[in-house]
């Protein structure tokens, strides 16, 4: 064959060619990334930080592009190898004798293959950097229609590659090439979760008896976003099936809508000014050492296995010393930061965002935060197999966050398309997201009736805070941001009872103390039992503490108070948080008072909310307090404080002595 290629100059061909390919996704991540994350003013501590960063993970950095390039080598290399099974199958042929037959075959088996890999990375992956082209070209949400399309093709491609590596290939290359494709192909499967969960069906150890604590969180649930609330989409359908067996506490609401301070206060029974939780990231010195959790006082008295299982860390760090023997979560720290938003590759979303491709990088591991590739399956994978360890503990408690409807609210397929049509919903996306929380919710309880663990649990599902248009922990006049959904089923128990009396999540662990029969005198409660409202005791309810204490959260200012991303760290030159050598963000404590200072404070019952509100930002000079009659004005537009002097002033009395000179100096 006279001009033929030869297979080195192929062998050139296609290593250039996925370099290349590579070389063009890290920029297109690097310029999304600038773009995204350099608004806003640089100060020199932005640059500082950026060069503290790079050194403090130079070698993980070092390592993770050596991972990535040598990903690109081997599929150059398997695509050179099909090309010249291909080549040789058809060598006998009389049209394919010209050179120029053989670079048309190299460019069809690669624009074949990368279609397919774009194909089904746009259609799985909406919110990836690198297929965001795909919406000019391509309708969203036909997503399904393209995977299946995606599916085909792949099947067409390795199809063919298996029979050419059979029919041609040494067998040492048949093991080498069908060894690395089946390994990265099944792991898409989780044939591990599959194999343990055989192992115990065979070789059951349950000796549970219980009575078991389990509290499921689901992160930024609004109540008014299901259908139990009346909500016009089916966003919930797991948990409605929950709450009309259940316990119901309409009006409960969390002191304060972040997540950790949220979070704390359900586990201790405490308000944030009790506690020492006061904002996110926050350094634990400043948390109150008598603070006793309930995993504390659980496992350290009682005797009970406890447990934590969570798929984001960015905005809850609870710690080993709250009582906690057994925890499953991403990493912590900078890493997660930084290489999680970076990290976004065609060959690594396809066939490494699995728990193969966790091995590798180690971001990925179950992590919510990554939210452009985050498969939620995988987390309930693990969930369900842990509760095979949980059958052989005699009683455990066990808390399970799930973080999906948390902002910025992208999810992968099918999620972002569920409530497509709704045109003007500007909350499609968060609905999308509650339904994969939704989904995960339904699976773990599936699980847990599986298991046995369903009946002998006090199992309390409940959100740390709520979700509004403007974000959560920002604005005490937004009520919506601290109102949240809490469920109880009683141990051995389903009844069904709808609680309208306004409480609070301080209230949640002296419930379930008070249900398991523990005297509640020896605790710093700044919560009560609601167990006489779930007995329908209405001899007692008067007896209830009926207003609840608020404050804001930690909110740098950002349209949407959301919270801690990065966007926010660069846009404040990271001014307000600081990294230990282990990569472990948090806030710097010599900004502890500054944060306390802005803080809006209130207290509220049904009728009445007393709201006392810094007057200047950022260099508080004073204070402002207003009056709302809750029942005409839920928005809290219009202060009526000088029309009801007398409550104005009891409201006040009351604020003032939980928070002292925090308030008026």
């Known amino acids: ?44 501590s932005f640059f500082g930080k950026i060069k503290e960063s790079l050194n403090l993970l130079k070698y993980d950095i070092a390592l993770y592009f ?29 049209f394919f004798r010209h050179a120029s037959k053989k670079s048309l075959l190299f460019l069809l088996v690669n624009v074949f293959f990368i279609s397919s890999l774009y194909l089904f990375n746009y259609a799985s992956y909406p919110s990836s950097k690198i297929t965001e082209f795909g919406d000019t070209i391509l309708s969203p949400e036909n997503y399904l229609i393209h995977k299946i399309i995606a599916y085909t093709l792949f099947f067409i491609y390795f199809s063919g590659f298996l029979y050419l590596t059979l029919k041609y290939s040494t067998k040492k290359a048949k093991i080498l090439t069908w060894g690395f494709l089946g390994i990265i192909l099944i792991y898409n499967l989780n044939p591990l979760y599959h194999f343990k969960n055989i192992f115990a069906s065979i070789y059951p150890n349950t000796v549970n008896t219980g009575p078991n604590i389990i509290f499921i969180g689901i992160d930024s649930l609004n109540p008014e976003h299901t259908k139990y609330f009346d909500y016009q989409y089916d966003t919930t359908p797991n948990l409605d099936r929950f709450l009309k067996k259940n316990i119901v506490f309409k009006n409960c609401y969390t002191p304060l809508a972040r997540t950790f301070p949220s979070w704390y206060s359900i586990l201790t029974g405490q308000y944030p ?29 009682k005797g009970y296995f406890t447990a934590y299982f969570t798929d984001e860390t960015r905005f809850c760090n609870i710690h080993k010393k709250d009582g906690i023997q057994y925890k499953r979560h991403p990493i912590i720290g900078v890493k997660d930061f930084i290489m999680g938003s970076f990290h976004d590759f065609s060959l690594t979303n396809v066939f490494f965002n699995n728990p193969l491709g966790y091995k590798l990088f180690n971001f ?57 049509d709704e045109s003007n919903n500007p909350f499609r996306e968060y609905d999308g997201a509650l339904r994969m929380a939704d989904t995960q ?161 209130a207290i509220q019952n049904l009728e009445w909310k007393l709201i006392v509100e810094p007057l200047v930002r950022k260099d508080v000079k004073g204070k402002a307090a207003s009056l709302f009659f809750l029942t005409d004005d839920p928005e809290c537009k219009n202060d009526v404080s000088e029309m009801y002097p007398d409550i104005y002033k009891e409201l006040i009395k009351q604020l003032s002595q939980h928070y002292k000179n925090e308030i008026f100096e």
């Open 364 to 420: 990925l591991d179950i992590n919510r935060a990554v939210y452009h590739l985050y498969k939620p399956q995988y987390f309930n994978n693990e969930l369900s197999a842990f509760l095979t360890t949980l059958q052989a503990k005699k009683k455990f408690f066990l808390t399970v966050h799930f973080c999906a409807p948390h902002w910025p609210y992208s999810t992968p397929a099918p999620y972002p398309y569920l409530f497509y």
């Open 1 to 44: 064959m006279k001009n033929e290629i030869s297979n080195k100059k192929l062998l050139f061909y296609s290593l250039f060619l996925y370099l290349l390919l590579f070389i063009s996704e890290l920029f297109i991540n690097f310029f999304s990334y600038i773009t995204n994350y350099s608004k806003g003013k640089l100060t020199s």
């Open 441 to 601: 919710l339904g699976k773990f309880l599936k699980a847990l009736k599986k298991k046995g663990l369903y009946k002998n649990s006090i199992i309390v599902i409940l959100s740390d805070h709520g979700e509004t248009l403007y974000g959560h922990g920002t604005n005490l006049r937004d009520s919506a941001q601290n109102r949240i959904i809490v469920a109880l089923k009683p141990n051995n128990v389903n009844k069904h009872r709808e609680i309208q009396e306004l409480t609070r999540t301080i209230d949640i662990t002296p419930t379930v103390l008070d249900l398991l029969g523990e005297d509640l005198n020896i605790f710093n409660f700044d919560g009560m039992s609601l167990k006489t409202l779930i007995n329908n005791d209405s001899s007692d309810h008067k007896s209830l503490n009926n207003s609840i204490i608020l404050e804001t959260g930690f909110s740098i200012d950002v349209p949407g108070g959301v919270g801690l991303a990065l966007q926010e760290m660069l846009n404040e030159g990271f001014f307000f948080y600081k990294f230990n050598k282990q990569g472990i963000i948090t806030v710097k404590p010599d900004l502890h008072k500054k944060i306390i200072n802005r803080k809006q404070r």
């Open 66 to 94: 050596f991972i990535l390039i040598t990903i690109y080598v081997i599929f150059a290399l398997i695509n050179y190898k099909y090309i010249t099974l291909v080549s040789k199958s058809l060598s006998k042929r009389k």
């Open 273 to 301: 000014k009790t506690s020492g939780v006061r904002y996110n990231l926050m350094n634990r010195k400043f948390i109150n050492q008598e603070a006793m959790t309930i995993s504390n006082f659980l496992h350290d008295q």
